[in-house]
């Protein structure tokens, strides 16, 4: 269904914040029926872009012009937008719990007869959008019960009841598992030959590569190219990293030759119970051991007790009926609180940073001594002094790019956002440091910049234990790597002895195989 014919064309688009120039002096042109990829790193202004299509950043706070099927637009809102079938789907999913999927998908434009709502019409019209997305669920299910890969599908349903011609997803598959994110693309290859044209953007290249015909590179605000991924000559995945990074980069991952000592953190028998349905096993018998200077891996697929684990260890923050015994040193210690799992030396970066791991009306200053204020206080009273002492210097350390140290956090790209994470528990002085997803929603650039901070947490001595479900993550930064499936673990693996499969296969072992 693509052609040659523009329809989308901004040109020299200018937006600032606070005076820093989040894009400048920007192009971008869409032809009809394609699936046109943004990529850059993280604060290279790819949403802000988008934003300013839609709406979200009105006309009249930016500079440039946007034409839209041979129209100059000057979009007030996002309604606006809607109007001439421009929809966006952000990253954090504009759902509400607690309504039905059908009740979702027509808020704001809801079916009447008569002035009230036609609820037979709304469901049978509901059921069809949701059968095109490929969504077998009932419209009256309330959306707090699905999960996150069917709200994007609901997200997109919603899209399509608007009479969409331009959908821009950021991060689609930012938060999905393979299987959802699979069925995403495959839904949006599906959009693109009924005539749909698409902005994607999308940090995961390998995802770009498969599904996108042209891809826009953004870097510092700027554009800096636009490539065919199709033909005779498609942009490699290599010339990408460079165009976003400004550099080659050879080696996604930092070399580091560890210097391992004894053991520091030693989990024994560590079961837990679901804390709705008590009967059900979330993690059964686990046994895992982190020593001083040494990255070790979790490894295990949706579902099987990684994320449990590390909560339930951490304060008991998840799970119910907990058992077994925590060591420090050889110690038995208590961490069935959040304080005193952090008074015996542990943190927690969790893979949600943005509900469970930062306060995103709050300033970068207040996120980073929020674990740890009493060690800047006097009598109860913050040392404001002090703490901006502490927090410049973590900025600094960590390369966090920011205006100032009382930026709001959730102005912050995903990368700098995850560094005021690591900064906040970094300044507990942990020993054990627990990373669940540390790069989740990261570029390729700014996760190197995080393998660097983890190498050097490392290097000081810290043991660190990382979550990831990306293997090639876990295999190019960890010294160990342990396997769990259905919640036992069922394997560990040095690092020169592991590769995708020999861990795919550990994973995916019955519960019967797992070792006790």
Request: glycine content about 10%; overall charge negative.
């Amino acid at each position: 269904m693509q052609t040659d014919e523009i329809i989308l064309q901004m040109s020299h688009i200018t937006k600032a914040f606070s005076g820093v120039r989040a894009l400048d002096d920007v192009n971008f042109q869409v032809r009809r029926g394609e699936i046109h990829a943004i990529c850059g790193e993280n604060g290279a202004g790819k949403s802000t872009l988008m934003n300013v299509l839609s709406g979200v950043y009105p006309h009249g706070t930016y500079e440039g012009d946007i034409d839209y099927l041979g129209e100059r637009c000057r979009f007030k809102s996002i309604r606006d937008s809607e109007r001439v079938g421009i929809v966006i789907i952000h990253q954090e999913l504009a759902l509400s719990p607690f309504l039905s999927v059908a009740e979702n998908i027509f808020l704001g434009s809801e079916i009447t007869r008569s002035g009230v709502i036609d609820w037979h019409e709304t469901n049978r019209r509901a059921a069809v959008l949701l059968d095109k997305v490929g969504l077998d669920v009932d419209p009256g299910t309330t959306v707090i019960d699905l999960g996150v890969g069917r709200q994007q599908l609901v997200e997109i349903a919603k899209a399509l009841s608007k009479e969409v011609k331009l959908l821009i997803l950021d991060e689609p598959t930012a938060a999905l598992n393979d299987e959802d994110s699979a069925h995403l693309l495959g839904l949006m290859r599906q959009l693109r030959e009924e005539g749909v044209t698409m902005i994607v953007i999308s940090h995961k290249l390998n995802e770009i590569e498969a599904i996108a015909d042209s891809v826009t590179v953004l870097r510092d605000g700027q554009t800096v190219d636009t490539l065919p991924m199709r033909g005779p000559e498609p942009v490699s995945e290599d010339e990408l990293i460079r165009l976003m990074v400004g550099r080659p980069l050879t080696n996604r991952y930092p070399e580091r030759e560890p210097t391992i000592g004894e053991p520091v953190l030693e989990i024994s028998d560590w079961t837990v119970h679901h804390p709705i349905d008590t009967t059900r096993q979330m993690v059964s018998g686990a046994d895992l051991t982190v020593r001083a200077g040494e990255i070790v891996g979790v490894a295990g697929l949706m579902g099987a007790g990684r994320t449990e684990l590390a909560m339930s260890v951490f304060g008991h923050s998840y799970g119910t009926h907990i058992s077994g015994t925590v060591r420090m040193h050889g110690e038995v210690v208590d961490t069935s609180t959040v304080p005193k799992a952090i008074a015996a030396g542990l943190a927690y970066v969790p893979e949600d940073r943005k509900s469970l791991g930062l306060n995103l009306i709050q300033d970068i200053r207040r996120n980073v001594t929020a674990a740890a204020l009493g060690r800047i206080s006097r009598s109860g009273v913050v040392d404001h002094h002090a703490e901006t002492d502490v927090v410049q210097r973590y900025r600094d350390d960590l390369r966090i790019k920011a205006g100032s140290i009382d930026d709001v956090v959730g102005s912050l790209s995903g990368g700098n956002q995850q560094k005021v994470v690591l900064a906040k528990w970094m300044y507990t002085e942990p020993e054990v440091l627990i990373l669940d997803e540390p790069t989740r929603g990261i570029d390729v650039g700014a996760k190197y910049e995080i393998y660097q901070i983890i190498h050097e947490l490392a290097g000081a001595g810290r043991a660190v234990l990382v979550i990831s479900s990306e293997l090639p993550e876990l295999l190019g930064i960890c010294d160990r790597i342990y396997t769990l499936s259905q919640g036992r673990i069922t394997g560990c693996l040095e690092r020169e002895d592991a590769n995708q499969e020999s861990l795919m296969h550990l994973m995916t072992m019955e519960k019967e195989g797992a070792l006790r």
